[in-house]
Each structure stands twice: as structure tokens, then as C-alpha cells.
T-cell receptor
Framework: AQSVTQLGSHVSVSEGALVLLRCNYS??????LFWYVQYPNQGLQLLLK??????LVKGINGFEAEFKKSETSFHLTKPSAHMSDAAEYFC???????????FGTGTRLLVSP | NAGVTQTPKFRILKIGQSMTLQCTQD?????MYWYRQDPGMGLKLIYY???????DKGEVPNGYNVSRSTTEDFPLRLELAAPSQTSVYFC?????????????FGSGTQLSVL
């Protein structure tokens, strides 16, 4: 079975600081990994996805994530936080030919001035 | 394109009442999903469908039913509402699984059972 673990239900940063949201995965086969963002009162939107083409994946709004097989990790980073980045972020895992996407429990990012 | 449309946005039910959450998509996607989102629990899959006439259970199907008579529509039915079904419900769709394309989400239905 596949699963993802997101470390930290809340992360607080100051505007302009580095954002690091952690995600570790468990999968018996090469995984496909995703980061989704949810703004208040909205559905989830895709930030970026890893599908084995490149280990460093760049997404929208300046976010990127690096797939590290040795660490079974897919952490999300952004060099400089903006107030508009405040949202909840979900890591998710799937695999080829698998209909279902399994989500982590989410990390709420708080950005202070 | 409207994308994935969910109705209603908010609903309050009494224990034992029934209702249907509507979901429709205009992207001709084969795969459709219903998730529930509870605080600190992430998204849990209730039911999914891989095409018209085909549905299957997800992680938390008890208390719910679905049907998929057309490609566009994937309604979720609650027959006997219980307080444990208080949650935010999201419908999502994707074109196929071969390329692991992203999920498109609706804006959600906030349901309270009192």
C-alpha cells in the first residue's frame, strides 16, 4: 500500500523567509508524487508533480520539490515566502495504472509580516 | 469551461435525513472521485468511478452511495445522515491514469449534520 506522511500540521514563517514543507512517502513501486495547495474555501489546486522525468520539479508560484529516493522524501520549498502563500498544502502519492490518489494529512502554512 | 461543479455549497441536515450532493464536470473526464475532508485528517476517498456505469469503494464508503449513469455526473447520496458525516466534501475528476494527469477539484460542499 502507498502512503505519505507530512511532518508538522502547522508551519509558521516570516514573509521573505524560506518555506520548507516536509513529505515522506511509502511505496513498493516507483511512485508518482504531487503537491496540492488549498486556499480558504476553495478546492485543491495542483502545485507540481513528479513523474520520474526529473528529480527536481518546479511548480507554480515559485515552489519546487526534490524527489530523493534514498530518503523517500519529496519536500516542498520556496526561497522567499509571500503573504499570499498562506494556505494548506497536501502531499499525495499515486502510481502508474492506479486509479486512486492517496493524500497526506496536510500542512497549514502561516506567513507573518 | 466550468470544470467541476458541486452543488450545494452549504447544507445543514438533521440526523436521519437524506440528501444528494451533486457533481458534474464538462471536461469529458472518465475518472471521478468523492473525497471528504476533516480537520487534521487530510482527504479520505469515499467512492470513485472509472467511467459511466462503473463505481468502486474508496477508504470510507460506509453511509454513502454513488451512481454514474453519465460521464458528466457523479452524485453522492447520504441515506441516513449521521453527525459523523459532518465534513467538507470534494468532488474531483481526471482524464485518465496513464499519464497521471492532475485531479481537477470542485469548490466543495460543507455539510453539517445536527
Amino acid at each position: 500500500a502507498q502512503s505519505v506522511t507530512q511532518l508538522g500540521s502547522h508551519v509558521s514563517v516570516s514573509e521573505g523567509a524560506l518555506v520548507l514543507l516536509r513529505c515522506n512517502y511509502s511505496s513498493s513501486v516507483p511512485p508518482y508524487l504531487f503537491w496540492y495547495v488549498q486556499y480558504p474555501n476553495q478546492g485543491l489546486q495542483l502545485l507540481l508533480k513528479y513523474t520520474s522525468a526529473a528529480t527536481l520539479v518546479k511548480g507554480i508560484n515559485g515552489f519546487e520539490a526534490e524527489f530523493k529516493k534514498s530518503e523517500t522524501s519529496f519536500h516542498l520549498t520556496k526561497p522567499s515566502a509571500h503573504m499570499s502563500d498562506a494556505a494548506e498544502y497536501f502531499c499525495a502519492v499515486s502510481r502508474t495504472g492506479f486509479q486512486k490518489l492517496v493524500f497526506g494529512t496536510g500542512t497549514r502554512l502561516l506567513v507573518s509580516p | 469551461n466550468a470544470g467541476v461543479t458541486q452543488t450545494p455549497k452549504f447544507r445543514i441536515l438533521k440526523i436521519g435525513q437524506s440528501m444528494t450532493l451533486q457533481c458534474t464536470q464538462d471536461m469529458n473526464h472518465n475518472y471521478m472521485y468523492w473525497y471528504r475532508q476533516d480537520p487534521g485528517m487530510g482527504l479520505k476517498l469515499i467512492y470513485y468511478s472509472v467511467g459511466a456505469g462503473i463505481t468502486d469503494k474508496g477508504e470510507v464508503p460506509n453511509g454513502y452511495n454513488v451512481s454514474r449513469s453519465t460521464t458528466e455526473d457523479f452524485p453522492l447520496r447520504l441515506e441516513l445522515a449521521a453527525p459523523s458525516q459532518t465534513s467538507v466534501y470534494f468532488c474531483a475528476s481526471r482524464p485518465d491514469i496513464a499519464t497521471n494527469e492532475k485531479l481537477f477539484f470542485g469548490s466543495g460542499t460543507q455539510l453539517s449534520v445536527l
